[in-house]
């Protein structure tokens, strides 16, 4: 034991900045912690203890099914929480959004957050929400002001039961004076990002059963219009695929989706990593090991920063998503279809991506005359509206040069091999790119398929990079 001693000690002399793979440091410290956790709670030397343990590299690919199955991440973190305004929710909602907020230097931006995301919410969509904002600072008198100021200007959604205000006290913190400096951040950075893990550790916990979706927020964020409409048909369009993580926003720890049933893991893991590293990094260890590879992001972004100073020092913080559309947008229906072509597809770029609300695309090598990308719907559609896009930013000349979109109908084969046997063309691409509105005036069949169709071989290769389709209603026949 003494001799193990000696070695954590010689360990904690060694440089900070290790050759060993981060992921597999958070593995095996994920193993120890299955170990040592009680009731939520870490002692400080058994931590320390697994922060010495943790420099044996592993290959992190072994534990992904270990992090995902361990029962301690299952339960909730015992901490009690003091009500601010607004009560526990008589009823399981839709989407919770959640928000911490501290005090800062200079500006305020929750009020006008609040207000984004009621006023941006339709009356059925508030039906189906409900907001928790997290007061985390330690400063009473300012916590006091805000209650007082959110209970004045949003009382009706406190008595509707839609916007609850909570606050953790600061006898359930962990140690944040004295923390590890990783990546020579001053001490009062390290501690301000390491509370900021537990403050949203705690808001998460306290979030787990209030819905069946949990979307992140910080508090100096613009909505967009009808935002939840449009996350309800993005959830639906990824029903039956894997996901962890869902991104409505590119910056920081701003419109990241959840299932509620993955809070807890997620809050205890915040809990035991919350002074290696910021949030959203941490973020980026947990998707992955819950075996969620890539990013699944959406664009156009749901939710927009609009602080001009930051939370950390009032310093100056101008980030801007490039990819936000405030006004309310058209997000396509893309009904379930099956997606196939006779193109050479390039490595993984295959025909489902150009289908996908992700941004991402299908990739052929160069098409000849009669090649096509086809789509075969499952269920007869009326199409009120089609959109195609061809070639990227970056490869302008991957486009459609010559091409045809056609609708069909008259379904044979059987359900791997269906195609229509009658073909009706509704236009030729341009530049690219291929729109129609009023479909449904133009076509009066129900439509069974949709197809791309090339009618002069190019030399170059067709990026497909996306393909929007709006449906009227969907026919019983």
């Avoid at 992090?67 to 929480?81: E, H, Q």
């Avoid at 309310?328 to 390039?346: C, E, G, Q």
């Avoid at 791997?416 to 009706?424: A, E, F, N, P, S």
Wanted: hydrophobic share 35%; glycine share 6%; net charge neutral.
């Amino acid at each position: 034991m003494r001799h193990n001693l000696k070695y954590f000690d010689k360990m904690r002399c060694l440089r900070k900045r290790s050759a060993v793979s981060f992921l597999g440091v958070l593995v095996i410290c994920l193993l120890f912690m299955n170990l040592y956790i009680e009731d939520g709670y870490v002692l400080e030397g058994d931590k320390q203890l697994i922060r010495e343990t943790a420099t044996h590299q592993l290959n992190p690919e072994r534990y992904v099914h270990t992090f995902k199955d361990l029962s301690n991440f299952s339960g909730a973190i015992n901490i009690s929480y003091r009500y601010l305004a607004g009560t526990p929710l008589p009823r399981k909602r839709y989407l919770t959004i959640g928000l911490s907020s501290v005090k800062r230097k200079k500006g305020n931006y929750l009020l006008e957050t609040i207000k984004s995301i009621f006023e941006q919410s339709s009356y059925e969509e508030l039906k189906e929400i409900a907001v928790v904002v997290q007061l985390a600072d330690f400063d009473s008198a300012w916590c006091e002001g805000m209650v007082q100021d959110i209970s004045q200007k949003f009382a009706h959604h406190i008595i509707a039961g839609r916007l609850i205000v909570i606050h953790v006290p600061e006898e359930y913190y962990p140690v944040l004076d004295g923390l590890k400096r990783n990546y020579n951040d001053p001490e009062d950075r390290v501690k301000f990002r390491s509370k900021q893990n537990v403050d949203y550790a705690f808001l998460l916990n306290f979030c787990a059963n209030l819905s069946d979706y949990y979307v992140m927020l910080e508090d100096d964020v613009r909505c967009s219009k009808n935002f939840l409409t449009t996350v309800k048909k993005v959830i639906t369009s990824r029903e039956g695929s894997y996901w962890v993580t869902l991104e409505f926003s590119k910056l920081g720890y701003i419109g990241k989706l959840y299932h509620s049933h993955d809070l807890p893991r997620l809050a205890h893991f915040l809990l035991m990593f919350y002074q290696e590293m910021p949030c959203d990094w941490l973020l980026i260890h947990f998707r992955g090991l819950l075996a969620q590879k890539e990013v699944i992001r959406f664009k156009p972004s749901l939710f927009q920063h609009m602080g001009y100073y930051s939370s950390y020092k009032g310093a100056e913080n101008k980030l801007k998503d490039d990819d936000f559309e405030e006004e309310s947008f058209d997000i396509p229906d893309n009904p379930p279809a099956n997606l196939h072509t006779n193109m050479n597809v390039f490595e993984n770029y295959e025909a489902s991506k150009a289908y996908s609300s992700i941004d991402e695309y299908f990739w052929g090598k160069a098409p000849s005359t009669g090649d096509f990308y086809g789509i075969v719907f499952e269920k007869p559609i009326k199409i009120t509206k089609i959109k195609v896009v061809t070639g990227t930013e970056d490869r302008q000349n991957d486009i459609l040069h010559h091409g045809a979109l056609e609708v069909g109908e008259k379904i044979v084969g059987s359900k791997k091999g269906r195609q229509c046997t009658t073909y009706l063309r509704l236009g030729e691409f341009k530049n690219g790119n291929f729109e129609m509105t009023d479909v449904e005036h133009k076509v009066l069949f129900n439509i069974n398929c949709m197809r791309i169709l090339v009618t002069k071989s190019q030399k170059e290769w067709l990026i497909i990079r996306s393909i929007s389709i709006w449906t009227s209603q969907t026919s019983n026949q």
